[in-house]
C-alpha cells in the first residue's frame, strides 16, 4: 500500500460513492488504475465494505447517548450477545465497544425519548451478568463518520 491508496481511502471514507472516475481526476490517475486499487484494497480486507451514514436529526431517533457497563469479566461475550440483540421500538444500538479499564463496555446508542432508553436500561440491566451501567446524554457531535459538525 502506498501513498496513493490513502488518498483514494480517505476520499471513499468521505464517500463510499465517489465514482473511480471522479477519484481519478481529483487523484490524477486514469480510472483503470483507480478501479485495480480498489479492487486489490476490497481483496486485501483493507476496505470492508460500504455504507450510507444516516442523519439521525431527520428521523425520530434524534437523542444520542453513551452507555458504560460493567460485566462480570468471564460472562462478557454473552452479554454483549445479549446487549445487542435487545429489539426495542425507537432504539437503535449503534456500536458496543469493549474497553480496557473500570467500564468493561461502551454502548453508542440513539433513543426516540427518555422513555425508551429507561426501556433499553431496564433490559440491560436485567442481564444476569451486568453489574451497572453508566449513561452519558450526547449534547453536540463535532466530528463522526469521518465528517466534520455532523
Known amino acids: ?19 473511480h472516475e471522479e477519484i481519478g481526476k481529483l487523484l490524477h490517475i486514469s480510472r483503470p488504475s483507480v478501479h485495480q486499487r480498489v479492487g486489490k484494497l476490497e ?16 428521523l425520530d431517533q434524534k437523542i444520542k447517548v453513551m452507555i458504560s457497563v460493567k460485566v462480570v469479566s468471564q460472562g462478557f461475550k454473552e452479554a454483549a450477545g445479549k446487549i445487542i440483540s435487545i429489539q426495542i421500538p ?16 461502551l454502548l453508542k446508542v ?18 444476569p451478568d451486568i453489574k451497572e451501567t453508566s449513561t452519558t446524554f450526547i449534547l453536540s457531535t463535532m466530528y463522526e463518520d469521518g465528517i466534520k459538525g455532523v
Open 1 to 19: 500500500m502506498d501513498e496513493l491508496d490513502i488518498k483514494i481511502l480517505k476520499l471513499l471514507e468521505e464517500n463510499g460513492r465517489l465514482p
Open 43 to 58: 481483496k486485501s480486507g483493507v476496505i470492508k465494505g460500504y455504507r450510507g451514514i444516516v442523519d439521525w436529526s431527520k
Open 90 to 105: 425507537g432504539v437503535s444500538i449503534i456500536e458496543c465497544q469493549r474497553l480496557a479499564g473500570e467500564w468493561c463496555m
Open 110 to 127: 440513539r433513543v426516540a425519548s427518555p422513555d425508551q432508553l429507561t426501556l433499553l436500561l431496564d433490559e440491560i440491566l436485567r442481564i
